[in-house]
């Protein structure tokens, strides 16, 4: 157990660490197939260790903060942000992580860690070993990639459970996409949780100039919709239920 206190204090590392460590690559190779065997570390991926705790046996970091070290430009992001900062309804078994680095999903311990593509501008905030995208950033991308994520009933319900949002950061968050139908669906869904989010008019008249001309849909799975002026959206005839059920849902807690 040599390195073990060592390894605990980094939480998760790659085998150039090892080497740093140990001084030899070959020492490395060494300490990485003996820790394992005896449980002290797992293997997450390809070069990627995290350390057990010797109580719990379980990893020592969260789920979150391994997804945060997958890379070094790894930000959690979408629900995954949510879930971290405490802003959810349900805790999925999956954790999405934006980096440069594609990489294929994988498990590890039983969670299933996803690519999302990176955006360089994004707002991230660090903490300790936790790398996340700002709260009104993950409001943004989880609007943006609703359908590839939790759907759209979930990212309401979420986004309902944020105390107080900023509307400069909310405008930041949405211009360095520089897509019109991400104005629109920022525009028409947090003009529905207006009040709860206390956002302004002068907001959304802002948003409401960039507005694309051609007619879009929302959901387009959705069968019964409605042509809403302002935002240029077909929206869904029952929308106004989601939220009322989001509402319901926060309520009960």
Not at 62 to 88: M, P, W
Not at 210 to 230: C, F, H, M
Request: proline letters at 2%; aromatic letters at 14%.
């Amino acid at each position: 157990m040599k390195y073990y206190e060592q390894m605990l204090e980094l939480g998760c590392f790659n085998k150039s660490k090892v080497i740093e460590l140990t001084g030899t690559e070959a020492a490395a190779k060494s300490i990485l197939y003996d820790y394992q065997k005896k449980g002290y570390i797992e293997k997450v991926k390809r070069d990627l260790y995290a350390v057990i705790s010797l109580e719990t046996k379980q990893p020592v970091l969260s789920r979150y903060q391994i997804g945060s070290q997958l890379y070094e430009d790894a930000v959690i992001s979408h629900h995954s942000a949510f879930e971290a900062f405490g802003y959810a309804n349900q805790v999925f078994y999956e954790v999405y992580v934006e980096t440069e680095s594609r990489f294929r999903d994988f498990e590890y311990n039983g969670i299933w860690y996803h690519h999302m593509e990176r955006n360089d501008c994004m707002d991230v905030v660090t903490n300790g070993k936790l790398r996340i995208t700002g709260i009104e950033q993950t409001i943004v991308d989880s609007i943006k990639d609703f359908s590839k994520i939790a759907g759209l009933e979930e990212v309401i319900r979420c986004i309902m459970l944020v105390p107080s949002v900023r509307e400069n950061k909310l405008l930041e968050a949405i211009s360095v996409y520089n897509n019109m139908f991400l104005y629109q669906k920022c525009g028409y869904i947090l003009e529905q949780l207006q009040d709860e989010l206390g956002l302004s008019d002068n907001f959304f008249e802002y948003l409401s100039r960039y507005t694309a001309d051609s007619k879009r849909y929302l959901i387009k799975e959705n069968g019964q919709n409605v042509w809403n002026p302002k935002w240029k959206l077909y929206v869904p005839v029952d929308f106004m239920h989601l939220v009322d059920k989001g509402v319901g849902d926060y309520d009960a807690i």
